[in-house]
């Protein structure tokens, strides 16, 4: 079966660099939407950045010239190069694959539509 692996999160300080890896084992990216999602207690699931299934990517307004979002089709992993990080940046960060694309918020992280990872937790400090 699919298992959708994240890594990387870490606590940083203000301004710090991190950059967030998923794997997805028994599965092909290539055709499929690959995405970064984040959550906070309380707050919706949001999505970050998505690489489509035809090519083009998608980033979301409050981290656009901050974070980008790549893939290693050779390797079978997504990433997502956080710099210049913020305070408000600090949430869980789920990988998914394969999910129907629904706009930025309609999605309920770790379960929703698709191939999820279980998260990895992001804390930026001032």
């Known amino acids: 079966r699919v298992q959708v692996v994240e890594s990387g999160g870490a606590s940083v300080q203000a301004g710090g660099s991190l950059r967030l890896s998923c794997t997805a084992s028994e599965f092909t990216f290539h055709g499929a939407n690959m995405g970064w999602f984040r959550q906070t207690p309380g707050t919706r699931c949001e999505l970050v950045s998505v690489i489509f299934s035809h090519g083009p990517t998608q980033i979301l307004d409050s981290v656009r010239g901050r974070f980008s979002i790549s893939e290693d089709i050779a390797k079978n992993t997504v990433y997502l190069e956080m710099d210049n990080l913020r305070p408000q940046d600090t949430a869980v960060y789920y990988c998914?694959?394969?999910?129907?694309?629904?706009?930025?918020?309609?999605?309920?992280?770790?379960?929703?539509?698709?191939?999820w990872g279980q998260g990895t937790q992001v804390t930026v400090s001032t």
């Open positions: 998914a694959a394969d999910f129907p694309y629904q706009g930025i918020y309609d999605y309920t992280c770790p379960r929703g539509l698709g191939f």
